[in-house]
């Protein structure tokens, strides 16, 4: 039995599915580039990560959590509206997107203490 991923709902998920587009990274680095040396907004810091919030409760700038039961609903935020192609790739992406944010660590960094959920 393969381990499934964890659904509040008992609904049966895959472990993964491929993503039917193609996206250009060099596009999504000179955009996240151009956005940083002319926002004067640094990433939030969350556990010693760099924090930008693309989506979240309400669409606050500031939300980098992923919001849990609330009344709020997702929504962009400002920074998200300033980076158009990452826009463009969420909305691309099959199904109902809440929260998206862009990770950065230190170059020695790792994201591993991020994973929640029984399929770590």
């Known amino acids: 039995m393969s381990e499934r ?5 008992d609904a049966t998920l895959p472990n993964a599915v491929q993503l039917e587009g193609r996206y250009d990274a060099a596009r999504m680095r000179a955009e996240l580039a151009a956005f940083a040396a002319g926002s004067g907004t640094a990433f939030g810091a969350a556990g010693g990560r760099r924090v930008l919030p693309l989506r979240s ?3 606050d700038p ?22 158009p192609y990452f826009g463009k790739v969420i909305d691309s992406l099959p199904g109902p997107v809440r929260g998206a944010r862009l ?16 399929y770590r």
């Open 5 to 9: 991923a964890f659904d509040p709902q």
């Open 57 to 59: 409760p309400g669409g």
């Open 62 to 83: 500031r939300r980098t959590d992923a919001g849990g039961p609330n009344v709020h609903g997702f929504r962009a935020t400002p920074w998200l509206r300033r980076l």
């Open 103 to 118: 990770w950065a660590t230190a170059s020695s960094g790792c994201a591993a203490g991020a994973r929640r959920g029984p």
